[in-house]
């Protein structure tokens, strides 16, 4: 007993977990921690989805690893070509981390298929994050030439989700 638990006798830094708060919602993670000295601060938030805490869980995992590291990498190349698409028209990318709903209810139509002709602000998909479902317009009217996301499926910020030609 000679020296006592700093982190159980100093107060919490409140500030630094507003802060932390502030960064998940700007990012969209859903969990954050950081670690100064013995003093460790954890800041999670229910997710959108059950799918992304999953990710979420397996990242570090693949960052502690190298091998899983590489195949994430071969995937991104591997969807190159798909990204020399856009020159056809252009790529609808995800403002968010959710997850994608191609139709307003499950067993409902598709917002839209794939050779529609979409009108400029016309909901294209949903996706939800944080409970929240935020529909995508489209910035342009034209034809969609391809579907880039799967109904369900987690996207990530800046993913291709439709090209519009």
Known sequence: MSKPEAPADRPIDTKTV????KILKETGLTEIEVEQGDLKIRVARTAAAVAAPVSYVAAPEAVAAPAPVAAPVAAPVAAAPAAAAPVAGELVKSPMVGTVYLSPAPGANQFVKVGDTVTAGQTLLIIEAMKTMNPIPAPKA??????LAADAQPVEFGEGLVIID
């Not at 507003?18 to 708060?21: E, K, N």
């Not at 034209?142 to 579907?147: D, F, H, L, P, R």
């Open 142 to 147: 034209g034809k969609v030439v391809e579907i």
């Open 18 to 21: 507003r802060d932390l708060a």
